[in-house]
T-cell receptor, first 113, second 114 residues
Framework: DAKTTQPPSMDCAEGRAANLPCNHSTISGNEYVYWYRQIHSQGPQYIIHGLKNNETNEMASLIITEDRKSSTLILPHATLRDTAVYYCIVRVPNSGGYQKVTFGTGTKLQVIP | GAVVSQHPSWVICKSGTSVKIECRSLDFQATTMFWYRQFPKQSLMLMATSNEGSKATYEQGVEKDKFLINHASLTLSTLTVTSAHPEDSSFYIC??????????FGDGTRLSIL
C-alpha cells in the first residue's frame, strides 16, 4: 500500500468547512483513496473513498487531484461531533484475500465552538 | 450497511489471566478479519489477519502464542490474550472485510490488566 502524509493536527470553527489534505505521491493506478475517522475511544468509521473522480456522500466530499498524488477530504459544515482523528489510506480494493488496512498517524481535527 | 460487533467493550482483570475478545460480522460473511491494537495517543497497529478455516497471519513482532486467534466461522473471530500482564493493557479493535464494501470496524475493547 502506498504511503500517505497528513498534517498532524488542524483546527476548524464550528459551522465552517473543514478541509483535510493528504499527500499520496506514490499511489499506483489501481489504488483507491479511502478516508476513515476515529472518534475518541471508538473504532474507526468509514467516511468515503474514490479512485480519480471527485466523490460526495452524506458525510463528506472527496477531491482527488488530476495526477492523483493528493486529495482533500471536505466536511462542509463541521460540528463539534466531527472532532476526531482522520486517516487517509490508499490501497487496492479486493486485492486477493489480503485486505489489510494500514493506518498512518492521521490528522487530529479539533472543531472549535 | 455492514456492521461489525465487538464484545466485550471493556474488561478489567488480574495479571496472569486470559481474556477472550469476540468480533462478529452481523449481516455479512467475512472470510477475513483483522485485529489491531492501539496504545494511548498512537495510531492503530495491525496485529494479525484472521482467515476463516486457516491459521492467522501475524505481523512481525506479534507473539502468536500470546495472542491466539480463532476464526471458526464466517461471522466470528476471537482474540485471546493469554496470561495477560499490565503491558498488554490496550485498546483492541477488530475489522471485517466485506467483499463489496470498505472494511468495517468494531467499536473496540479496552483491556486493563491490574
Amino acid at each position: 500500500d502506498a504511503k500517505t502524509t497528513q498534517p498532524p493536527s488542524m483546527d476548524c470553527a464550528e459551522g465552517r468547512a473543514a478541509n483535510l489534505p493528504c499527500n499520496h505521491s506514490t499511489i499506483s493506478g489501481n489504488e483507491y483513496v479511502y478516508w476513515y475517522r476515529q472518534i475518541h475511544s471508538q473504532g474507526p468509521q468509514y467516511i468515503i473513498h474514490g479512485l480519480k473522480n471527485n466523490e460526495t456522500n452524506e458525510m463528506a466530499s472527496l477531491i482527488i487531484t488530476e495526477d492523483r498524488k493528493s486529495s482533500t477530504l471536505i466536511l462542509p459544515h463541521a460540528t463539534l461531533r466531527d472532532t476526531a482523528v482522520y486517516y487517509c489510506i490508499v490501497r487496492v480494493p479486493n486485492s486477493g484475500g489480503y485486505q489489510k488496512v494500514t493506518f498512518g498517524t492521521g490528522t487530529k481535527l479539533q472543531v472549535i465552538p | 450497511g455492514a456492521v461489525v460487533s465487538q464484545h466485550p467493550s471493556w474488561v478489567i482483570c488480574k495479571s496472569g489471566t486470559s481474556v477472550k475478545i469476540e468480533c462478529r460480522s452481523l449481516d455479512f460473511q467475512a472470510t477475513t478479519m483483522f485485529w489491531y491494537r492501539q496504545f494511548p495517543k498512537q495510531s492503530l497497529m495491525l496485529m494479525a489477519t484472521s482467515n476463516e478455516g486457516s491459521k492467522a497471519t501475524y505481523e512481525q513482532g506479534v507473539e502468536k502464542d500470546k495472542f491466539l486467534i480463532n476464526h471458526a466461522s464466517l461471522t466470528l473471530s476471537t482474540l485471546t490474550v493469554t496470561s495477560a500482564h499490565p503491558e498488554d493493557s490496550s485498546f483492541y479493535i477488530c475489522s471485517a472485510h466485506h467483499p463489496n464494501q470498505p472494511q468495517h470496524f468494531g467499536d473496540g475493547t479496552r483491556l486493563s490488566i491490574l
